[in-house]
């Protein structure tokens, strides 16, 4: 249920047996099934959820009902709507599973109250926002300065393992294609040219 | 709250269990319902179709399965239950907002001097634990429901759900005793 959140968290930051029971005491433990939302624009984050088995999306929708998807959540990943659960305000982005999912959730005073008394977790969340820094900056140089056939092929070498599992047409989305262009970039690519 | 809820109603096959059931499928909720009998508890959910259509419930065997996918757990079971049905949830309940509607006054053990409440807390300590009772001391219209718990947030969601149920929620006070009164919801 929590093998692979602590796994994780170990990895980033090596705990002992007892901080591990002391953190277990504050996750909620979440099944979703396919299709089903984890939060829908508008209400409020509450939580910021790691993946332990399945597949989610965060994404918004525009004027014209077009879904962009803003990140994709795969086993060992954390989601969630980061301004949102921080700043408390409304969210802008839908969670929503792609596949049947187990999930660890924390939530905002669960995150706070852990902050305050788990040293271990406070750094454990400085390198998870850390991250997440670090992959918004590198998508943003990837989506202003690269070319369509780059863009793909840039997510294709990052995340071989979510190119295999979630639809083309979401993968376009992700990052800024019409799913027309992106059939137009993958033909090309197969073909060799 | 716009993204919707799931709530998992243990017990949803005996009298209580039936008439949260087809009260809460009125609101923006996914009810998974649980019970001894699986054929009961079908029968319920198509008893809440039949009345709503649209309502969004299910009978699932599997109680642990249930309360895993639960945001809201609802204990529709008698206090001397309670136990046996805590150590079978236990694990996958942390944090959620469980709901007793248990009342030690029909059960043949001794009421708890702590009160439901910190019965059920114990039973499931890392849980936000609410006790909701229907108040005995008033015929008013619609009918007033007694809140009782600890955690602030789980108190407002609670509430939430009560007035969903068409009752007028009332939060009881902090600290005092929720032993004596009737759970008829």
């Excluded at chain 1, 840039?154 to 992700?174: C, T």
């Excluded at chain 2, 109603?9 to 909720?29: D, E, H, P, Q």
Aim: aromatic content about 8%.
């Amino acid at each position: 249920m929590y093998e692979l959140f602590f796994e994780e968290f170990n990895k980033k930051v090596p705990i002992t047996a007892e901080e591990q029971e002391q953190i277990k005491h504050y996750l909620t433990p979440k099944k979703l099934r396919r299709k089903q939302y984890l939060l829908q624009e508008g209400d409020v984050c509450k939580f910021i959820a790691f993946v332990e088995k399945g597949a989610l999306r965060a994404y918004s929708v525009d004027e014209n009902f077009t879904e962009n998807i803003i990140q994709f959540g795969l086993e060992g990943w954390t989601i969630s709507d980061l301004y949102s659960f921080l700043t408390e305000e409304p969210a802008v982005y839908n969670i929503d599973a792609l596949e049947d999912s187990e999930l660890v959730l924390i939530s905002k005073s669960a995150h706070e109250e852990m902050l305050q008394t788990i040293p271990k977790y406070e750094t454990y969340t400085r390198l998870n926002i850390t991250g997440a820094y670090l992959a918004m900056q590198r998508r943003i140089t990837t989506i202003i300065s690269s070319t369509a056939e780059e863009r793909y092929q840039d997510f294709i070498n990052l995340y071989p393992h979510i190119a295999q599992r979630v639809p083309q047409h979401m993968i376009a989305s992700y990052i800024g294609l019409t799913p027309e262009t992106l059939s137009r970039i993958r033909k090309k690519l197969s073909s060799g040219k | 709250m716009i993204t919707k809820q799931t709530i998992t109603i243990v017990g949803a096959s005996g009298s209580m269990g039936t008439a949260i059931s087809s009260s809460l499928s009125r609101g923006n909720y996914r009810l998974l319902l649980c019970g001894s009998e699986l054929a009961e508890v079908q029968k319920v959910v198509d008893a809440v179709k039949y009345s709503i259509a649209a309502a969004e419930v299910e009978a699932l065997d599997c109680t642990l399965d249930a309360c895993w996918e639960a945001d809201i757990i609802v204990l529709a079971v008698p206090f001397a239950e309670m136990q046996e049905v805590a150590d079978r949830i236990r694990e996958v309940v942390n944090q959620k907002v469980v709901i007793s509607l248990a009342n030690p006054l029909d059960d043949a053990t001794d009421t708890p001097a702590t009160g439901v409440v910190a019965e059920l807390q114990k039973l499931l300590p890392y849980t936000k634990a609410v006790r909701v009772s229907a108040n005995p001391f008033t015929d008013a219209k619609p009918k007033e429901v007694i809140i009782a718990g600890d955690d602030e947030e789980a108190l407002e969601t609670v509430s939430e759900l009560v007035s969903t149920a068409g009752f007028r929620p009332v939060v009881a006070d902090a600290g005092a005793p929720d032993t004596a009164s009737e759970p008829e919801v």
